[in-house]
């Protein structure tokens, strides 16, 4: 869950006891996260590892939480530290009637900084979105939005409020899976990528990052091995080896299912 996302990713309404009515639509977050099973929320906490794979510490402050509603839709990702206070989060506070995201708000140590408000075109797809400050002030916007079969953007650019473009997103998919993707400045110099390969069960198998500064080019190449799942078939723990610099990192992931 730390690794860069390049965009912001996106079914069973409780009717009576047992009963169930299918939704407007087809796919939720859990089917994009591939997630098996009713989850409601999945918690990952990362520690360091040394070369004989001996827990050292903690690999960073805070453990990443994402809550799913009772549709398997998002509505809440957040970063909090192990005292309990929340870093900071993306609280998915508006959905449109096909689950697409209408209003995303971005919060730090509590404060709203930031917030993305969505369109849907005549053909129910993203219209343009626009980012506000918190006092409503308009930051930038994305336009000329195309997404793929399965709703998910695939190209967007990035806008001043004076319609000057900012960046260029491109988001490659393995079907309903994110395998990377990459960033353009306005001069179409590309600027940022990931390239993420899958294994037999779409879980990552290995990612590369690279990432341009001050003319040269930073590549990191991390590669994961499970070490366990749950009966629902979703990973419960990993080893990330990062090849750069040998480093591990042991990913320990708790999985709460819903209860009806």
Avoid: H
Avoid at 122 to 132: C, E, F, H, L, T
Avoid at 188 to 200: A, D, H, Q
Avoid at 228 to 237: F, P, V
Wanted: aromatic residues 12%; glycine residues 6%; hydrophobic residues 30%.
């Amino acid at each position: 869950m730390n690794k860069f996302i390049l965009i912001l990713p996106m079914m069973l309404i409780l009717i009576t006891c047992n009963q169930r009515k299918k939704p407007p639509y087809k796919y939720n977050d859990l089917f994009f996260d591939n997630l098996k099973g009713n989850v409601e929320k999945v918690e990952e906490i990362s520690y360091k590892l040394d070369t004989t794979t001996k827990i050292i510490s903690l690999d960073s402050c805070c453990k990443s939480i994402i809550n799913y509603d009772y549709k398997g839709f998002r509505i809440r990702y957040s970063n909090v530290e192990i005292n309990g206070r929340e870093k900071n989060a993306q609280a998915y506070t508006s959905r449109f009637p096909n689950g697409m995201v209408k209003e995303l708000k971005f919060i730090e140590n509590g404060k709203l900084i930031s917030i993305l408000s969505g369109t849907l075109n005549r053909k129910g797809s993203y219209g343009d979105s626009q980012i506000y400050d918190s006092s409503g002030k308009l930051l930038s916007f994305y336009s000329e939005i195309l997404v793929n079969k399965f709703g998910k953007i695939i190209l967007m650019k990035n806008f001043k409020p004076d319609s000057t473009l900012q960046k260029t997103v491109v988001n490659n998919y393995s079907n309903n899976i994110w395998v990377g993707g990459y960033i353009k400045d306005s001069s179409g110099k590309k600027i940022f990528s990931t390239i993420i390969r899958l294994n037999e069960k779409n879980d990552e198998l290995e990612m590369v990052q690279s990432k341009a500064t001050n003319g040269s080019r930073d590549t990191t190449i991390i590669k994961y091995v499970y070490g366990a799942y749950d009966n629902n078939g979703n990973w419960i723990q990993r080893t990330e080896v990062n090849e750069k610099d040998n480093s591990r990192k042991l990913i320990k992931r708790q999985i709460i299912y819903k209860k009806y």
